[in-house]
T-cell receptor, first 113, second 116 residues
Framework: QKEVEQNSGPLSVPEGAIASLNCTYS??????FFWYRQYSGKSPELIMS????GDKEDGRFTAQLNKASQYVSLLIRDSQPSDSATYLC?????????????FGQGTTLQVKP | DTAVSQTPKYLVTQMGNDKSIKCEQN?????MYWYKQDSKKFLKIMFS???????INETVPNRFSPKSPDKAHLNLHINSLELGDSAVYFC???????????????FGEGSWLTVV
């Protein structure tokens, strides 16, 4: 079982729709969760982080965390063509002060005009 | 100014060669990383240094050797390159090892390595 799993997609949504990206993780002790966006040929950039169960909103982005189900998701409202990218879910693994980010394989999102 | 810069950006080399990728950050961070992203977009940590000290050393072949001459630089040397080493290698940095929304990892632009 992979430590962090995502559906690789592609996920295709029309412009203006809500895109829903999902991620599951295997380490029940994980405490920190991140969503990175990676445009083709570019480096990953952090767009959201979440640490507590529930929802966290930032502009058009909402991260949702359910630790009991070991599930984290990212909702993108009013999707724009510029949102077309690969979205990487990352979980902070490791113990103590040597934490590392464990990434899923990413979900490719295509927003069609 | 580029925060995390890597050179070269593109590298095509033959099997068996030895090559190095250099990384420098001007953010004043004390922690640097090497990540490898394979053809399936899977991004996986290889090494991490904190104040020039190796703190994460994942299971990678010992043909890969990182070197941190100071906390602003982390280079990656690869001996006896193999076809399977073809990937994008990302250098990254952060302030400390505790990753939070206020202490994120900054990635470089990546180095595309192709072994033929």
């Amino acid at each position: 079982q992979k430590e962090v799993e995502q559906n690789s997609g592609p996920l295709s949504v029309p412009e203006g729709a809500i895109a829903s990206l999902n991620c599951t993780y295997s380490d029940r002790g994980s405490q920190s969760f991140f969503w990175y966006r990676q445009y083709s040929g570019k480096s990953p950039e952090l767009i959201m982080s979440i640490y507590s169960n529930g929802d966290k909103e930032d502009g058009r982005f909402t991260a949702q965390l359910n630790k009991a189900s070991q599930y984290v998701s990212l909702l993108i409202r009013d999707s724009q063509p510029s949102d077309s990218a690969t979205y990487l879910c990352a979980v902070k693994g490791g113990s103590g002060n040597t934490g590392k980010l464990i990434f899923g394989q990413g979900t490719t999102l295509q927003v069609k005009p | 100014d580029t925060a995390v810069s890597q050179t070269p950006k593109y590298l095509v080399t033959q099997m068996g060669n030895d090559k190095s990728i250099k990384c420098e950050q001007n953010l004043g961070h004390d922690t640097m990383y090497w990540y490898k992203q394979d053809s399936k977009k899977f991004l996986k940590i290889m090494f991490s240094y904190n104040n020039k000290e190796l703190i994460i050393n994942e299971t990678v072949p010992n043909r890969f050797s990182p070197k941190s001459p100071d906390k602003a630089h982390l280079n990656l040397h690869i001996n006896s390159l193999e076809l399977g080493d073809s990937a994008v290698y990302f250098c990254a940095s952060s302030q400390g090892v505790t990753i939070t929304s206020g202490n994120t990892i900054y990635f470089g632009e990546g180095s595309w390595l192709t072994v033929v």
